[in-house]
């Protein structure tokens, strides 16, 4: 009788752990850490805000849930998509181990848990921006991706809203300094996905996404365009010491960042290869955390 009981109370739990797992791969949980990261880290980027554990975990949770719902909404569109494609075939919707009523519950509920938190711990206007940001996710750019590869550049805005959403958070209002962060990761997002959608390309394909500037699929014109983003990263990169936000020790790290980012597009462009393709997408990941953390690390005490 004892052993029964053990083997009842063994399955209980790995179904429980089964149902944890399903829903972190609902929400995307690596993708929309990183997200958030960009959220923390802006938020502590912005003028008389220091470190403060609770309003840190808060802001995370907020932003993790917004974050989450955007991506399962992403989920429950893309379910059959999902199940063509190899990488995605086993997400919990898309493999049938979760109901698409049960994703969309999940979705609405964390969506208005998410918004308001950020209302009622930080301010209106970033659980504002939080809720366009998980709409143009979820219902703009997620159904673009199988109409025009300008999905990739729609998508680069809920993509960097984060970063204001952050800054706004802090500041309670829309001053250049949470447009600047914006910039920085809007920009950066294109060499990015660029890279994704190359290394992946035979699976899009095959789910009907059209995410690469041309409709040809990997061609010198997109690493030509993968080129001239990371070019542009440059000036940008350059704006927080210009308006005093950090000081000249991280602007030479973001401009060594970006100069390196340049020269792994330059390679894509000269090699045509995958493995290059793979390298933009493994520096830009990089690219980011130095970039924001050696900005933070440099705050100027009036930054923005």
């Not at 060594?256 to 090699?271: A, E, F, K, P």
Request: one cysteine or more; glycine letters at 8%; aromatic letters at 14%.
């Amino acid at each position: 009788m004892q052993q029964e009981d053990t083997t009842i109370t063994r399955s209980a739990s790995f179904n429980l752990a089964s149902k944890v797992k399903d829903y972190f791969q609902l929400i995307k949980f690596t993708l929309s850490f990183m997200v958030v990261f960009s959220t923390v880290v802006s938020y502590l980027m912005a003028p008389q805000v220091s470190f403060d554990l609770l309003s840190v975990l808060l802001l995370f949770t907020g932003g993790l849930l917004i974050t989450g719902s955007a991506n399962a909404i992403n989920q429950i569109a893309e379910k059959d998509t999902d199940a063509l494609m190899k990488r995605t075939a086993t997400r919990p919707v898309a493999s049938g181990r979760m109901s698409v009523n049960n994703a969309t519950a999940f979705a609405i509920a964390t969506g208005v848990l998410g918004v308001g938190i950020m209302w009622y711990w930080f301010n209106f206007s970033s659980a504002m921006i939080g809720l366009f940001s998980l709409f143009l996710y979820g219902f703009v750019y997620t159904p673009l991706k199988k109409v025009n590869s300008i999905a990739v550049l729609v998508g680069a805005i809920p993509g960097a809203l984060p970063c204001l959403i952050g800054w706004v958070a802090g500041t309670g209002n829309f001053s250049a300094g949470g447009w600047i962060l914006f910039a920085i990761q809007f920009f950066w997002q294109f060499p990015h996905f660029w890279a994704i959608a190359w290394v992946a390309h035979q699976d899009y394909s095959k789910a009907g996404f059209k995410l690469l500037p041309s409709d040809k699929g990997p061609t010198r014109f997109t690493a030509v365009q993968t080129i001239m983003y990371s070019v542009m990263m440059i000036p940008v990169g350059i704006l927080p010491y210009m308006y005093k936000m950090s000081g000249e020790a991280s602007m030479w790290i973001v401009l060594g960042c970006n100069l390196w980012m340049v020269y792994t597009s330059i390679q894509l462009y000269r090699r045509m290869a995958v493995a290059s393709a793979r390298m933009v997408m493994f520096s830009s990941y990089f690219y980011l955390a130095l970039v924001l953390l050696a900005l933070l690390a440099d705050k100027l005490p009036e930054a923005g």
